[in-house]
């Protein structure tokens, strides 16, 4: 019997898979994955950016108000001192802490001598009242010490001002006491040495009487404040434009103990020799002022 063959059918071959999109498929892709990524980076982005965001939030929703600010302190002061709390910028106006890290800041400030009130309104406004050191004579004192210049208060604490001598700015009218002893203290200290108490005594008493001589005296010299200069010289000196003509100033105002001419008669003498020679100082040697007998030759007496 013949065998049978089975009828054996091919199958047909397997097609080809086309991964090749067509162009619509991936424009909605491409469309997708943005949307995506976009969302990704927002969060990503928003969890970066947070801390920036707050610490430009409370450096901006509150600012420092002076309350009774001293005539003396300008603008220039006033933005130095408030420069200060800048170190508590990232703190916003609904923190608790606010008023108290700003006092802690303006306390450790030279500038500021006592705070007595730091008060935070509802509108992001600091008030601030606090007692702030005055430059020396409207800021035209300053200490003189190995060739360099500083700046002090009325009471001779050290402000944070300070230059080389050569580098002042000869623009201006600078009343400068030299010949201290001690050497500086630091930032926001007191200068000790009461040669340096007397020339600040008699630096405030010129400035007090808005004397037109101050632009023709140089500097208060206090080297002689313990007499180991001059034995016969003033405790005080004012050293003026011309180096020969040094000025026999005395004890420092309100210090005479009728020993020596009190110091309103003493600024007397001294404007009339100043008009005496056409608004300037004679370019001839020492004026003694102690006395009236001392200042008569220059007196023309």
């Not at 001598?113 to 005055?134: C, H, L, N, Y």
């Amino acid at each position: 019997m013949a065998r049978s063959r089975a009828k054996v059918t091919a199958r047909p071959p397997r097609p080809k898979r086309d991964w090749a999109m067509s162009p619509v498929a991936a424009r909605r892709l491409l469309v997708a994955l943005l949307w995506l990524g976009g969302i990704g980076g927002s969060v990503y982005g928003l969890t970066a950016l947070a801390p920036y965001s707050l610490a430009t939030q409370g450096g901006e929703d509150w600012r420092v108000e002076w309350e009774n600010p001293p005539a003396w302190a300008d603008a220039s002061v006033r933005d130095l001192v408030t420069a200060q709390v800048g170190a508590v910028a990232g703190v916003g106006r609904g923190d608790p802490r606010l008023c108290a890290l700003v006092a802690e800041q303006l306390k450790s400030s030279p500038w500021i001598a006592e705070v007595q009130r730091i008060s935070k309104r509802a509108d992001g406004v600091v008030r601030v009242r606090a007692t702030m050191r005055p430059r020396l004579a409207d800021a035209k004192g300053l200490a003189i010490y190995r060739g360099r210049a500083y700046r002090i208060d009325d009471t001779g604490v050290r402000l944070p001002d300070e230059c080389d001598l050569a580098d002042l700015d000869r623009s201006r009218t600078w009343i400068l006491i030299q010949g201290i002893q001690a050497p500086p203290p630091e930032i926001g200290e007191v200068w000790r040495g009461d040669d340096l108490q007397a020339g600040i005594k008699l630096v405030r008493f010129l400035n007090s009487r808005s004397s037109p001589l101050l632009p023709s005296i140089r500097a208060i010299d206090v080297g002689n404040y313990d007499w180991k200069e001059d034995r016969f010289g003033g405790r005080l000196r004012l050293m003026t434009l011309h180096p020969r003509t040094i000025i026999h100033w005395g004890q420092p105002p309100g210090e005479e103990y009728d020993m020596e001419s009190p110091a309103d008669q003493k600024l007397q003498w001294l404007v009339r020799i100043f008009e005496k020679h056409g608004g300037q100082f004679p370019d001839g040697g020492p004026i003694d002022l102690r006395d009236e007998a001392a200042v008569r030759p220059a007196l023309g007496q």
